[in-house]
């Protein structure tokens, strides 16, 4: 089975700060790179997709609506995989992880205060709490 050609996370990371900026520039600030190796990362990814992600418009990247479907999607990607590898850091025989989904409002608002001092209460509790937008399924998440 000829195996197809898939984007690196450093490409889906890079797009997603430069649309969340708006601007390539500070998504390399953010990211530690240079804005060529962003502006290359999102251009190898526009070759995969072969589809424009951003039309440059007077030197400012405007996401295009195909850049906007796949924003959404990237940042489905990315958001699973964070919850994945902070699960697995923080897997260990003696540590049990509590995931937490909150809407952001919510999460920043009353959760977060709420929560002082409960790693010292519950040293062997890794919370990872994540805010969350879309409507998700408590049975199977």
């Known amino acids: 089975m000829a195996r197809t050609i898939l984007p690196t996370l450093t490409a889906m990371q890079c797009f997603e ?3 969340r900026h708006m601007s390539f ?10 804005q060529s190796a962003v502006s290359k990362q999102v251009a190898q990814l526009e070759v995969i997709l072969e589809r424009p ?3 440059r418009v007077r030197k ?3 996401i295009t609506p195909e850049g906007a479907f796949y ?16 699960h697995m850091r923080s897997y260990r025989d003696e540590v049990e992880a509590l995931n937490v989904a909150t ?4 999460g920043d608002r009353w959760l977060i205060q709420h929560l002082n001092g409960f790693r010292f209460r519950h040293p062997c509790i890794n919370l990872n709490i994540c805010n969350r937008v ?3 399924d408590l049975t199977t998440e």
């Open 60 to 62: 400012r990247p405007q």
């Open 134 to 136: 879309e409507p998700f």
């Open 25 to 34: 520039t500070l998504a390399s600030e953010e990211l530690n790179l240079t």
């Open 103 to 106: 809407p952001p409002t919510f």
């Open 53 to 55: 992600l951003f039309r």
């Open 17 to 19: 700060a430069a649309a």
């Open 71 to 86: 924003l959404r999607e990237v940042r489905r990607i990315l958001t699973r995989t964070e919850i994945s590898t902070r």
